[in-house]
């Protein structure tokens, strides 16, 4: 029971959780409520009804974790900020036409290299799309950020921007089954259930980093996607030697 503060704490209840719906009552609700409402209604998922701008059924995109193949190409979109900077990693099953989001990187107030070193972490042979705007200055030393990620070891280009374009394409995998997401990426789950239109059709730029790199991803994955390389004699893994002192796992 998630504790909110003074005292308060936030109860989620659906309808599995009320004695008095049967098979049959929630069988008929659930086919007259609108697809993307229905986790909202049903489950008490948190959701914003018309003014939602990828108005799917969550459980129609989420699915469990699994190993992915080496032969699935792979690439990220990185959205880079200082009060937040997100990285959304896909896994492209081109047999079935699928794009996965896999993992994702969401960390505020680091450094560039903190960042680079996270994401390098998830395999530096792997390309990102970037937000053109990082192409820019930033307001420290003048320098572009995309060059400092870059010359962190990134393997980086900057991605198209055309913003309702880029929705439109993102909408259009959800709602024909060719994008799903990991149920472990929670905050992109958590970004995804709050991006919303206001009143005037606009996009609230609020807690949008992962949506934003998700379209940056989306706009450029078929282009500059890789597999993993092969492993080479220097790469390949050796013989794995006794652990001596303090034997940590790693990332």
């Known amino acids: 029971m998630p504790h909110i503060g003074d005292g308060r704490y936030l109860v989620r209840c659906g309808w599995d959780d009320v004695p008095h719906l049967g098979t049959r009552e929630k069988a008929e609700l659930l086919a007259g409520t609108p697809p993307h409402l229905r986790d909202a209604r049903s489950k008490g998922t948190p959701s914003l009804g018309a003014g939602a701008v990828y108005p799917v059924e ?7 974790p699994f190993a992915v193949p080496d032969h699935w190409p792979r690439a990220y979109g990185l959205d880079v900020g200082w009060n937040r900077t997100a990285a959304i990693w896909g896994a492209w099953d081109r047999e079935a036409a699928c794009l996965y989001l896999t993992t994702e990187h969401y960390r505020a107030e680091a450094l560039p290299a903190v960042h680079a070193a996270a994401i390098r972490a998830r395999g530096a042979w792997i390309p990102g799309a970037v937000d053109p705007a990082a192409r820019g200055r930033n307001t420290h030393d003048g320098r572009a950020l ?14 198209a921007n055309a ?25 992109w789950l958590a970004e995804w259930r709050l991006y919303r239109r ?24 078929q282009t500059i996607a890789k597999t993993r390389p092969a492993p080479t004699p220097e790469t ?5 030697a006794p652990p001596t002192g303090d034997a940590r796992a790693g990332y």
Request: aromatic share 6%; proline share 4%.
């Open 58 to 64: 969550e459980s129609l995109i989420t699915v469990a």
């Open 198 to 221: 206001d009143e005037q059709g606009r996009i609230v730029k609020a807690h949008d980093h992962l949506m934003d790199a998700t379209r940056y991803l989306i706009m450029e994955y």
């Open 146 to 159: 995309m060059q400092d990620y870059l010359d962190l070891g990134l393997r980086l280009r900057p991605a």
């Open 236 to 240: 390949a893994p050796g013989p794995i």
């Open 163 to 187: 913003v309702e374009a880029g929705i439109l394409r993102l909408l259009d995998l959800l709602q024909t089954g060719r994008l799903k997401v990991f149920s472990t990426c929670r905050n």
